[in-house]
């Protein structure tokens, strides 16, 4: 099963950036379905995005459409989420997801199957 590091996060003002990234290892990374989750406190873990296996359909929240940009690398095995105009509400640890059990890109999280540990992105105002 493939292993998912995240990093990247930090703290940023409001209207900054910032770029997430996912070192994956263990089995082959292009056979994976790729995604991005966040959650906030007291909230549920929300899907931002996902990528198919060579990168040709990906998927935005209506949330961060526009804003936030996601693409992947397979012959350096990561993926990345490159956010833009961040706002306050940004604020969430952010996880990378991989799947192999569905033939989509999920949207929902049971529809992915590692996991990595999360990275902290706060948005100050």
């Known amino acids: 099963q493939v292993q998912l590091v995240e990093s990247g996060g930090g703290l940023v003002q409001a209207g900054g950036s910032l770029r997430l990234s996912c070192a994956a290892s263990?089995?082959?990374?292009?056979?994976?379905?790729m995604g991005w989750f966040r959650q906030a406190p007291g909230k549920e873990r929300e899907f931002v995005g996902g990528i198919s296996r060579i990168g040709g359909r990906i998927y935005y929240a209506d949330s961060v459409k526009g804003r936030f940009t996601i693409s992947r690398d397979n012959a350096k095995n990561t993926l990345y989420l490159q956010m833009n105009s961040l706002k306050p509400e940004d604020t969430a640890v952010y996880y990378c997801?991989?799947?192999?059990?569905?033939?989509?890109?999920?949207?929902?999280?049971?529809?992915?199957?590692?996991w990595g540990q999360g990275t902290q992105v706060t948005v100050s105002s």
């Open positions: 997801a991989a799947s192999q059990i569905y033939t989509r890109v999920p949207v929902e999280a049971t529809g992915y199957d590692a």
């Open positions: 263990g089995r082959a990374f292009s056979t994976y379905y």
